[in-house]
């Protein structure tokens, strides 16, 4: 077996890289650090260190980072980075950069970028040659999915649906044949909106998932069909209130959404008719053949293997 040399890092620097704008091996690394989402507790041991050495902080919201920090009694240097100004922040981090300071960029709650404030800045860094490093932790959209229970093999994250209904239900009408798991970030006070249109989107015996206020006091999750989910938001007020992930079920496979009529056909024709009888009018009304069909309306009847 022929061995792959792994990239070298001068191959995974940028084309900008050069000995003027960025001295290979010299600078200070921009550290992209997930925060709870929640629970303090949750911030690593790494992201601690990480953020108790930068030379600066980039924060989402500089208060609500501080009383992080002050919780960890951590000290740093802070500015803000929102989404008006990352492209003035981005040249004050590349600046702390050049002059050999750590810099650690956190949003207000989990992980950097994810649907949060962030991007311009890896990129204004990439581009200028400087190392990037991922200090992983919390995001709701995955702690969402690792309770869900819902198929994990391939998941697609939707972010934030528009909150206009017909962008809202344009962005769902193109899901709606998506056979990986959806991972929606939800604002409370839409959820029920959320819902009739993923319900009528979808159908209403899609299952889904809602984790509400992941890792906090009031943690709660809620399993059903859309419709029954529809019908929870609408009595339940505590689902009026928190943070909230929808997690959907994807699309059945043709073969799936294929096998699961057959089946509901045969079930409403063999009350009436002789095994037969109901295969052949099911195979019909449904493309499948008569083989498949036959062999299928035997073992719901009790004869087949
Ligand atoms: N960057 C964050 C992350 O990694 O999860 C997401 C930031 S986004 C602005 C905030 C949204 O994330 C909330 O509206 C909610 O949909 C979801 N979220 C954040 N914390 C949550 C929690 N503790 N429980 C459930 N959902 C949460």
Redesign the pocket.
């Known amino acids: 077996m022929v061995k792959r040399r792994a990239p070298s890092r001068r191959i995974a620097r940028t084309r900008k890289d050069s000995p003027a704008n960025t001295p290979t091996g010299t600078g200070g690394t921009l550290h992209v650090v997930?925060t709870p989402?929640?629970n303090l507790k949750d911030l690593s041991e790494r992201a601690r260190e990480v953020l108790a050495s930068a030379g600066l902080v980039a924060a989402e919201d500089t208060r609500h980072t501080q009383q992080l920090l002050q919780a960890h009694g951590i000290r740093a240097r802070l500015v803000s980075v929102h989404e008006h100004n990352e492209a003035e922040r981005a040249a004050e981090v590349l600046q702390a950069l050049a002059g050999g300071a750590n810099v650690a960029l956190v949003?207000d709650?989990?992980?950097?970028l994810?649907?949060?404030p962030g991007l311009r800045i890896v990129r204004a860094v990439i581009d200028a040659g400087f190392d990037v490093r991922a200090v992983p932790g919390?995001?709701?959209?995955i702690a969402?999915l690792s309770i869900a229970g819902l198929e994990t093999e391939r998941f697609a994250f939707e972010g934030f649906l528009p909150a206009k209904a017909a962008a809202r239900r344009a962005r769902l009408a193109a899901l709606r044949g998506d056979s990986r798991t959806l991972i929606f970030?939800?604002?409370p006070h839409r959820l029920r909106e959320s819902l009739e249109d993923l319900s009528t989107a979808f159908g209403p015996a899609r299952r889904a998932v809602i984790?509400?206020?992941?890792?906090?006091l009031f943690e709660t999750v809620y399993r059903g069909s859309l419709e029954e989910l529809m019908q929870r938001a609408r009595q339940d007020a505590d689902l009026q209130r928190g943070?909230?992930?929808i997690v959907v079920e994807g699309a059945p496979s043709a073969a799936q959404a294929q096998a699961a009529e057959i089946e509901h056909v045969l079930g409403v024709l063999l009350a009436q008719l002789s095994v037969s009888q109901a295969a052949d009018l099911a195979a019909a009304l449904t493309g499948a053949s008569r083989n498949t069909a036959y062999r299928l309306a035997l073992k719901m009847s009790g004869q087949g293997a």
């Open positions: 997930a989402i929640g949003s709650a989990g992980t950097p994810v649907s949060d919390p995001c709701a959209a969402a970030y939800e604002a984790a509400r206020e992941l890792t906090k943070e909230i992930v």
